[in-house]
């Protein structure tokens, strides 16, 4: 029920949320987590924004860089996504993933700005699948990279934004996502 409500009616935010948990699933199975746990963050991965259907429109859509005041509004969709998903009770692997998914793993993320192995691992992992589709994505504020380019990104955020291990599995399952992702309609990168 859930997904169907951060889904809406938009096309292009329902498949980028099936491809997040299909990504996490397949990054969580090859970490050697355990099946449930797998199954798990397959099943909640594409809630992580469900905190977004409390953002309005002018700033989710909007063409260019928020400003300051945008960028905060932005932001309370992790913390609205939170208490959402609290009213709901749900598992607190699918609380993890919202509160978490954009921590960074040097401790420069938000709400928490915890770092490293304090952020849980599904959280970890669907941050950086997510970081990857919006790479390979358009977007209303950038164009689609390719996979190149989306590759190079991820693996210079290695330590910073994403946790060194992780980046190194998705680089050991490049072919997996390579194949995964439509074809970005490219102009540059």
Known sequence: MLERLHENDDAVTGS???RVADYSRLMAEHVGLDKQLVEDIHQFASLHDI?????????LGKPGKLDAQEWEVMKQHVDNGYQLLREFELSPVAENIV???H?????????????????PIEARIVSLVDCF???MSERPYKPAFSFEKSKEIINDLSGKAFDPYLVKMFNFLEADFRNSHPSPKTKSG
């Open 16 to 18: 980028h949320v099936q």
């Open 133 to 135: 589709d919006a790479l």
């Open 103 to 119: 921590e960074r793993w040097d401790g420069q993320g938000y709400p928490q700005k915890i770092a490293g192995e304090e952020i």
């Open 99 to 101: 509160r978490g998914h």
């Open 51 to 59: 905190g977004k259907i409390s953002t309005p429109d002018a700033i």
